[in-house]
């Protein structure tokens, strides 16, 4: 073979492994993604970000508990490994969903997010992550409760399994010591008032009897506002509630349904339901700036738009990694 022949297949050898990665990344590579940006579909879905946010208005027009639902996402997706939709994920034959274990007990309105996903479709096939949707509906269900606007990135990209195998390993539990808390937190990049302000989340929704009884029973745990005991025993009156009955107590009698910082003035009242709760308003750490954000509603709202947005950008798969599933509930069928 002459030397113009060799020369040629060398630089065609060349090409080819260049040209390789680009094709086979996904999320089991170390291929390095190609990252988040502000408005990713402005030229691939411009209404993408309008249909989501009509969406939530409308949906929590019909259902306000869907708000405190589309912020949980954030968290319960996004802590665990990475922001990419597995929470949404069913369970199949071969592995159980991480929405359906214990650790995601209360969760609940995926069928909304399917909804929003539908009238995404509707102008946008298959262009439009679960990912980016689960995200984008938490924004704006701060929003609708009252919460700050947190410009967020998008352009993250569905992945294929479940990780409910894991969850123990990311989730802090709301029983745990706030060392554990505090580090599972800064595994992520979000610091102590980045946490304070994370756990300011609990200003809404409802806390199950299940996770409070244990404080309740069989004597009252003497670090609660007596003020506050009696309510709370008729709220949930049985020692060993039944999981599937709807017994609850609010987060925040005053302002149930408001994202603010009434929390904060809660918990120094001794009011908080759990035990992080708890711990938030008297360990060392945390205390400081737990009675900042009870002072300032400004200073709340600046730190907890700084933890979501850490929050929303852990470890996301970008470019050609994952998917764009079709349905939020299932990978795509030809993996």
């Not at 990780?163 to 990049?189: C, K, T």
């Not at 300011?200 to 244990?214: D, N, P």
């Not at 759990?274 to 737990?290: E, F, G, N, S």
């Amino acid at each position: 073979m002459d030397s113009k022949a060799l020369f040629f297949l060398a630089i065609l050898s060349l090409s080819l492994v260049s040209l390789t990665p680009a094709f086979a990344q996904d999320e089991e590579t170390d291929a390095k993604p190609a990252g988040l940006v502000m408005n990713f579909y402005k030229d691939s879905c411009p209404q993408a970000e309008d249909i989501i946010t009509e969406q939530v208005k409308l949906l929590y027009k019909r259902h306000k508990n869907t708000a405190f639902s589309w912020l949980r996402n954030i968290f319960h997706d996004c802590a665990v490994q990475s922001c990419d939709a597995s929470l949404l994920l069913d369970s199949t034959r071969r592995s159980l969903s991480e929405k359906e274990t214990d650790r995601s007990f209360g969760l609940r309105n995926f069928r909304y997010l399917d909804t929003i996903k539908e009238a995404v479709e509707r102008e946008c096939p298959g262009v439009v992550s679960c990912a980016d949707i689960l995200v984008l509906s938490g924004r704006d269900g701060i929003v609708a409760l009252g919460g700050p606007y947190i410009p967020l990135k998008t352009g993250r990209r569905d992945g294929r399994k479940s990780r409910a195998e894991i969850l123990e390993q990311y989730l802090p539990d709301h029983n745990e010591s706030m060392s554990v808390v505090l580090e599972r937190f800064a595994s992520i990049g979000i610091d102590t008032p980045g946490v304070v302000a994370l756990l300011g989340a609990h200003s809404v929704g409802r806390t199950h009897c299940v996770k409070l009884v244990h404080r309740l029973y069989p004597e009252v745990d003497p670090a609660f506002n007596p003020n506050h005991v009696e309510h709370m025993l008729h709220k949930c009156p049985d020692s060993i509630p039944d999981p599937k009955a709807v017994q609850y107590v609010r987060n925040d009698r005053g302002t149930p349904m408001i994202l603010d910082n009434n929390y904060y003035r809660n918990i120094l009242d001794n009011k908080g339901l759990l035990i992080v709760d708890h711990q938030l308003a008297t360990d060392k750490r945390t205390k400081p700036y737990v009675k900042k954000m009870a002072k300032s509603q400004d200073y709340f709202f600046k730190e907890f738009g700084r933890a979501i947005t850490i929050l929303s950008e852990n470890n996301p798969l970008t470019g050609t990694q994952g998917e764009i599933r079709q349905q939020c509930s299932v990978a795509n069928k030809h993996h």
